[in-house]
């Protein structure tokens, strides 16, 4: 069975592949961090533009469509660090 991490890589990386610019990462609390860039998704941590961290309960609800990503900041289950501008893009490549 896939790590969470290595599931949400395999997740993320036809969403991200050519959709984002610059690097963003995703803390997934308690399990480690995935980093989106234009070539798709990767396990490991780095320098990135924003940085948006939550449960991995929060990020799979945003990814099949049950959590809506502004309301899940506001709520406080979803925290951004970093460009704001680009955390909307990201959000909206994760519910893609």
């Known amino acids: 069975m896939p790590s969470v991490l290595e ?7 036809p969403k991200a592949k050519g959709a984002i610019k610059g690097t963003a990462k995703l803390e997934i609390i308690d399990h480690g961090v995935v980093m989106l860039t234009q070539d798709g998704a990767t396990a490991g941590d780095g320098a990135a533009d924003v940085t948006l961290k939550a449960s991995e309960k929060t ?19 979803l925290k951004v660090d970093g460009n704001q501008m ?3 893009k990201v959000s909206e ?4």
Do not use: C, W, Y
């Not at 599931?7 to 990386?13: C, P």
């Not at 990020?59 to 289950?77: C, E, H, T, W, Y």
């Not at 490549?93 to 893609?96: E, K, P, V």
């Open 59 to 77: 990020f799979r609800a945003i990814l099949d469509g049950s959590q809506n990503p502004i309301m899940a900041v506001m709520s406080g289950k």
């Open 86 to 88: 680009r955390a909307l």
């Open 7 to 13: 599931e949400f890589v395999t997740t993320l990386t």
């Open 93 to 96: 490549i994760l519910t893609a």
